[in-house]
């Protein structure tokens, strides 16, 4: 069965850095797309980044420039470069892929960016 178990969140000041990981299984990793999303407590979830099976990248206005997401399709893990880290990034943060019939999504990972 699908799973995607995510890692790498806690607590930063502001003007730091983490990285997330999403290790990946139950399906052909190499060949979808994998993105993150984040939500806070009262809002809707958003996308914050994705990337294509054959690596191209798009990004939310509010990350651009300071979030990088790759991939590691030998490990099956996609990942979240997350630099210059601002109080408004404070959120759970969720791997997820898309199949034509479903969204899986990750248990999700705190991010807290906070002095």
């Known amino acids: 069965q699908v799973q995607l178990v995510e890692s790498g969140g806690g607590l930063v000041q502001p003007g730091g850095s983490l990285r997330l990981s999403c290790a990946a299984s139950g399906f052909t990793f190499s060949s979808y797309a994998m993105s993150w999303y984040r939500q806070v407590p009262g809002k809707e979830r958003e996308l914050v980044a994705r990337i294509s099976f054959i690596g191209s990248t798009n990004y939310a206005d509010s990350v651009r420039g300071r979030f990088t997401i790759s991939r590691d399709n030998a490990k099956n893990t996609v990942f979240l470069q997350m630099n210059s880290l601002k109080p408004e990034d404070t959120a759970v943060y969720y791997c997820?892929?898309?199949?034509?019939?479903?969204?899986?999504w990750g248990q999700g990972t705190q991010v807290t960016a906070s002095s």
């Open positions: 997820n892929v898309r199949f034509p019939a479903k969204d899986y």
